[in-house]
């Protein structure tokens, strides 16, 4: 009986129409979250947006139990990371209830839109792969903090006296030149007015810009793109790969032969 009752939500969890339905429920979510940021909306209509929040925050919950149900176990449904995103969001929503909590709730509640990466599988794939360049990354931040603070200990020291709101303490030269390598109104607004007062100070921010902007960042987008490719590579292998495949298992077999004969023959 208990095994009917799983394979029946494990049917229901996999079918494409109650993926769709959840997915049609999460935009509604959306724009419910979106309309209550208008003020004079919200308060004409509370009580219907009170009722809305509870209904599809029941329903996400009937949605969970149905695909933990569904799961062969509790230990293979939590082990899957996204499983464990989408019942901690869904879960806060029942147990942070009260006054002290209305801010983190109301956070938390945003965040159910992000419940449509884990139900989408396209958007679900290229998560994990830019999650894949997190290690591959560890490197170059380290090289782009050493560069962020050299560059801010030079502006400090040069340009404390004559741009104190930019390059006052390190601190505001940090943000002074993150604002730079984002290129918004660098020129305008951070390099005009030093030049004006220290003719020389181009060099800081063109070469500034020439290393953080067109290489470092470069290396960022390169590292992404070449984890992405891997793991379109991985999920939709190519007919070289496939048998590049099979060619590897054929010699692990002719392997596992070789040694077998060998050790009939001692």
């Not at 979510?29 to 009722?51: H, K, Q, S």
Request: aromatic share 12%.
């Amino acid at each position: 009986m208990l095994e009917k009752i799983r394979q029946k939500c494990a049917r229901l969890s996999d079918h494409p129409g109650f993926t769709s339905i959840i997915i049609g429920l999460i935009l509604l979510n959306a724009v419910l979250i979106g309309l209550e940021t208008y003020t004079y909306i919200y308060e004409e209509f509370i009580t219907w947006f009170f009722i809305a929040d509870q209904i599809l925050l029941w329903i996400f919950t009937i949605e969970i139990l149905i695909r933990l149900i569904g799961s062969r176990s509790l230990k293979l449904f939590f082990k899957e990371p996204w499983n464990m995103f989408d019942f901690i969001i869904v879960a806060s929503g029942h147990l942070l209830v009260g006054g002290h909590y209305v801010t983190v709730l109301r956070i938390l509640r945003v965040l159910r839109v992000l419940r449509a990466i884990s139900t989408i599988p396209s958007l679900r794939k290229m998560v994990n792969a830019l999650l894949m360049t997190i290690p591959s990354m560890g490197t170059i931040m380290l090289l782009l903090t050493i560069f962020f603070y050299i560059y801010a200990v030079i502006g400090t020291t040069l340009y404390k006296e004559i741009a104190p709101e930019f390059f006052g303490t390190l601190h505001a030269s940090l943000l002074s030149l993150f604002q730079v390598v984002t290129l918004e109104s660098w020129a305008s607004g951070v390099m005009r007015p030093i030049l004006a007062e220290d003719p020389t100070s181009w060099w800081f921010f063109v070469t500034f810009i020439l290393i953080g902007t067109f290489v470092i960042f470069n290396l960022f987008v390169g590292v992404i793109v070449s984890n992405v490719e891997e793991a379109n590579q991985a999920e939709n292998p190519s007919p070289t790969d496939r048998k590049l495949e099979a060619v590897q298992k054929e010699l692990a077999e002719i392997k596992k032969l070789l040694k077998e004969q060998h050790s009939v023959k001692k």
